[in-house]
């Protein structure tokens, strides 16, 4: 899935797009977590999962100071980051952790993007940069562990 997140002219726009973006990941990992069968797979995702739990409580804190609603769950993607997962749980573990490093494709390209936003003052570009390591950082444990199974 390609995401448009990032590409947000308005930084509020954007703050509201990456909540959204965060609760779909979240869903994603949850339904990941559920069908790992091997339990330190699962405990090295859970703790990748908080990492997405805090950027949405600093989204969230981002959102009321610009007067933005903060969403509070994911959106219609939520379907697609959560379908994945289901469909490769018929192949196992290394089929649900490919299908997760899609999913963080997509959230690697919104905060390399977001980073980059005009209109981000300095703490929060160095917000998204650090939101963007660590998800690179999910995204390339994912990967090499997926190849590695």
Same mark, same amino acid.
């Given at each position: 899935m390609v995401t448009l997140v990032g590409t947000q002219s308005d930084i509020k726009d954007l703050v509201k797009q990456l909540l959204y973006l /965060?609760?779909?990941?979240?869903?994603?990992?949850?339904?990941?977590? /559920?069908?790992?069968?091997r339990k330190d797979l699962a405990h090295q995702v859970s703790l990748f999962k908080e990492e997405h739990l805090l950027h949405v409580q600093v989204l969230t804190d981002m959102a009321l100071e610009l007067g933005v609603e903060p969403p509070t769950e994911g959106d219609m993607k939520q379907l697609l980051t959560t379908g994945k997962i289901a469909i490769a749980d018929m192949m196992g573990d290394t089929a649900i952790l490919k299908a997760m490093k899609t999913n963080e494709d997509d959230t690697v390209t919104a905060y390399e993007r977001a980073a980059r936003h005009e209109d981000a003052i300095p703490a929060t570009k160095a917000f998204f940069l650090q939101a963007y390591q660590d998800e690179d950082k999910h995204r390339s444990w994912m990967e090499t562990t997926a190849r590695t199974l």
């Open positions: /965060e609760h779909d990941a979240i869903a994603a990992y949850d339904s990941c977590i /559920e069908r790992l069968e």
